[in-house]
């Protein structure tokens, strides 16, 4: 007996730009099945590598495109792309926490919606965050590159060698603290650090119950630690032994952690971004760090990635521990990020049986 | 009026193998003060590298040594050594945590006392234990490798780039369950593990709680983490997903982690070794990563440090990140180590008003 098939022209066309293999990640698997069984009808980037700008506009422009999943590294989602789209398009769904790629004026503007994914990878940041804390102070930096170069064995041992800084007795700071900020901070709680101040957008104001999110509160509670909103951002600049940046980049945040910032910071603290690159000046952290006014830095993220080559000077500079944008790349978060990706997707254009995972209020 | 001061020649006589410099190392101050007041007789290496041997017998050979203050890196505490000591050494102290440069024996027959520092280093060796635990399943050495090697922006950002594994459920395991060991477990209960399973030397023998130095058993039952000890190695390594190794080198432990013991552990396992490097058996550990019979490595130790070059297949292997043996590197442990080094052979040697930090049962 021949099964019923819904005609496809009552699909709706999502375009996806980037492959989900669907043996690793959930959203892949999502939606080849939405696929196959003719709920959506699926247009896809092919390739292995960022998505080609004029080939998206061009499958915009062919019209009826209800849905698009993106991703975040180098695909701006603005008027120009909204305008090919046309007003067919209901939602644009990034498989990313932060959504700076992203247009949002021009999104409300015409009525489109807009799904992220801020859960999937807090676990997978936060680790990231406080692993780089304990690589800038232990200056891990420094030892993997001199046992790559070869040198270990002509640097034989000496009792100050290498030797970096310990947590212990310390003051972190997190700037943001939102979720990932909160769990970052809950990682590192077991390193017997003494205090910990914390701002959101609102210095000052006290995490309430309700927000948070991980029992970190509690847990530092239980480990004897002084937990409290600094004041300002200045108090958080001057007291801060490490100083975690898990913030959105968002206009308040751009280049916060400026001239003015570092030349409030003790020249024995450390900074960590695991939020986006342009939350740090650049310029200005490497002229701390030249100049020993603070102690070290771990970046996951920075201003103009992908394109930091070998000669960038904060790569060049000893201090300062780089990594490629990893904060989110374990297997787990991945797969969860394409899930609640695909579902926002799903659900925006509304195939039955998904839900939005995350809406962001526009 | 002048004053009184003692005669040189009542003062104990201490070699001292390594400048440790006052300012940073306590140590190295408590040594100065003794000299200056005339309460030892101190005869130094001078320079910044590891003692010249035949500088040190001749030394030795003069006569009246009675305290040898000595690091672990390339000295052999060895009979020859002691033979030229004679008879009058009363004290070796070795500013370091594991005396595997130590010919135990030797001192034993002579009547020569040895001190060690196990407790000054614990908490900056745990988190190093902790932080390559994160590095090897985040793949941190490869990140790391790539931004110096200028890759980055040829290797745009993909769903599985770089993917490593999350803590997040797993079970720990940890060989080797002293001070370092506990620490290093406490370090990780924050990062939403399920299981820990743990062995002495004696595998099956829980630990009490005078034996559990840092809480860490309550910690774990915080956290929500079960807690036990593993009944055989067998089961430690076909259970673990992160084996971390904290136990001392020993004809028992030498070699533990071999062949026989990598065939049983999970292909998607971890092992961090930040004991001793003759604790794994190199040529084995590169075979199971190759073969793709372990996920990664992280190893703060490896044998034959530290003439381990660029060339040394575990460096080149990228599964593998390696670090200088950096684990007691930090300004506040190797100044404890320095001060309980000088105090053991301070202590050792008589002057009033030192005791032993850490004697060695031999």
Redesign the interface.
């Known amino acids: 007996m021949p099964v019923a098939i819904e005609p496809r022209a009552a699909a709706p066309k999502i375009i996806l730009t980037?492959?989900?293999?669907p043996s690793?990640?959930e959203g892949g698997a999502l939606l080849d099945e939405a696929e196959r069984k003719g709920r959506i009808e699926l247009v896809r980037w092919a390739k292995?590598?960022?998505v080609d700008r004029q080939w998206l506009l061009d499958e915009l422009r062919k019209g009826g495109t209800e849905g698009l999943v993106c991703?975040?590294?180098?695909e701006k989602i603005d008027d120009e792309l909204l305008d090919a789209a046309g007003p067919s398009l209901k939602v644009v769904a990034t498989?990313s926490a932060g959504y700076d790629h992203v247009d949002t004026a021009a999104l409300k503007k015409r009525g489109v919606r807009l799904g992220s994914t801020p859960d999937a990878l807090t676990?997978?940041t936060a680790?990231?965050g406080?692993?780089l804390v304990?690589?800038a102070s232990?200056?891990?930096?420094e030892?993997?590159?001199?046992?790559?170069?070869?040198?270990?064995?002509s640097?034989?041992?000496?009792?100050?060698?290498?030797?970096?800084?310990?947590?212990?007795g310390s003051t972190v700071g997190v700037l943001g603290f939102g979720k990932i900020g909160q769990l970052t901070l809950?990682?590192?709680?077991?390193?017997?650090v003494s205090r910990v101040l914390y701002s959101t957008s609102q210095p000052g104001v006290a995490l309430t119950p309700e927000k948070d999110y991980f029992n970190t509160l509690a847990?530092a509670e239980?480990h004897g630690v002084d937990v409290r909103p600094a004041e300002s951002y200045d108090e958080l600049a001057r007291e801060s032994d490490f100083l975690v940046l898990c913030c959105p980049l968002t206009s308040a945040t751009k280049g916060i952690v400026g001239a003015d910032f570092l030349s409030k910071m003790k020249p024995t603290a450390y900074v960590v971004n695991t939020a986006r690159g342009p939350v740090v000046d650049s310029d200005a952290l490497l002229a701390a760090l030249q100049e020993g006014r603070l102690a070290g830095a771990g970046l996951d993220v920075v201003t103009g990635?992908?394109?930091?080559?070998?000669?960038h000077p904060l790569?060049q500079e000893p201090k300062c521990?780089?990594?490629?944008?990893?904060g989110s790349?374990?297997?787990?978060?991945?797969s969860g990020m394409?899930r609640d990706a695909v579902r926002n997707c799903l659900a925006g254009v509304g195939v039955e049986g998904f839900e939005w995972a995350n809406e962001v209020s526009l």
């Not at 030892?143 to 064995?153: E, F, M, S, T, Y």
């Not at 809950?186 to 017997?192: A, T």
């Not at 521990?321 to 990893?326: D, Q, R």
């Open positions: 980037r492959p989900l293999d690793f990640l292995d590598k960022p991703m975040h590294n180098g498989m676990a997978a680790d990231i406080a692993m304990l690589m232990r200056r891990a930096g030892g993997v590159r001199a046992v790559l170069d070869g040198k270990w064995p640097m034989p041992w000496n009792p100050l060698l290498l030797c970096g800084q310990s947590l212990k809950k990682r590192l709680l077991g390193f017997d847990t239980f990635e992908p394109n930091i080559g070998a000669d790569v521990v780089v990594l490629p944008h990893i790349a374990t297997v787990q978060a991945r394409s």
